[in-house]
């Protein structure tokens, strides 16, 4: 079975149980908590999946959706061998985790017997939701621990014990306010994640695609720098400034094409949202390794442009500049997209401006 199967299999799985958890009609819970998620204000002072209605939207539609985002997002750093060193049995540690999404993502694509998870969340109905699904999908492989903590209180209150592999931090660091005002709150956060990894470990952050959230990524990228010993992976070709930070007109985001499972496509078209792309902005760092320059570009847009000649691609070089390359020039690439890793045929750098 392919991981793109086990998703839709557990997608499904998780629909069922969402609609299993609250009485209120699933489209207007959906429709209701995501007008929350575009007011950020007005939740961020509370737990808000104090109740069951929004527990039960967010298992119904968010949850799918940001598990299938980050499965095809490690899918992705896994194929540009950005992984390379996390081991056989991971202990992979998700901050921030909800119904467990991050780690739910990480066991349908990598599906490693012997693989620990730890979570950490502020709702502590949440997590057990979580945990009770977790548990019944993996019944006999999975070691799980879930506790719920405050990310903005002392680490010592909620870090884990042993040291992670892996650090995914999930669609959380918005919550802890504008970007620029929270910045502060951020890096003292990020700072103490470092204590959590191993030698080679990696710490992921994913953010929603829109221009806030991802704009905020890459200010916290350009001041943090990855603190005292993490380097930047994925998806910068260099450490120097973002081009795409707040001021840019543009921002940089990932997405992903996926063939829903049906109850989640026909909730999407009950609600009359996109079911397509997914997208995410996201950044990859690695504790204590001497990372070379990437080579290569990092396309940043989708193609522009009319069919034929004149169609191109914005891309990021390895100097983090903003560069157009022609479509024609992606030869070996045979449909070049947006958040894809690109050589140029030669596998030097490119040049192209
Ligand atoms: C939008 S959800 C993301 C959940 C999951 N990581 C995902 O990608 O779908 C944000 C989660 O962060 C949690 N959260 C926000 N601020 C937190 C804090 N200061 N401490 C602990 N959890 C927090 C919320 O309870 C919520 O479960």
Known sequence: MTWQNKLSTLITDLYDYAASQSSDPL?????????GFNDLRRFRRDDYFSQAWARSAYLGYFAPKNIARLAFLLDLLEREGHLADLPQQPHVVDLGAGPL??????????AQPGTRFFAVDQSRQMLKLGRDFFNAQFPSEAQLKTISGNLKAPAKNWGPREPADLILVANVLNEFGEPRRSLKARE???????????????????????????????LLRDSWRGGKDLHLLAPCMALETCPMGPRAPT???????????AKLFQLIQKLGFQANPLS???????????????????????????????????ACDHKNELIRIPMKKFIDLPSPARGQWALSLDTKQWAIK
Do not use: I
Request: glycine share 6%.
């Open 280 to 314: 995410l902005s996201y950044s990859l760092w690695q504790r204590n390794s001497k990372v070379p320059r990437n080579k290569g570009v990092r396309l940043v847009s989708d193609v522009m442009g009319q069919k034929g000649a004149s169609q191109q691609l914005m």
């Open 188 to 218: 003292v956060f990020l700072d103490q994640l470092r204590r959590f990894l191993k030698p080679q470990g990696y710490l992921l952050l994913v953010e929603p695609a829109q221009r806030v959230a991802s704009q905020g990524l890459s």
């Open 101 to 110: 999404v991050g780690s739910l993502a990480f066991h349908t694509r990598f």
């Open 251 to 261: 921002w940089c985001h990932t997405s992903f094409q996926w063939r829903h499972p």
């Open 27 to 35: 489209v207007a819970s959906v429709q209701e908590l995501s007008h």
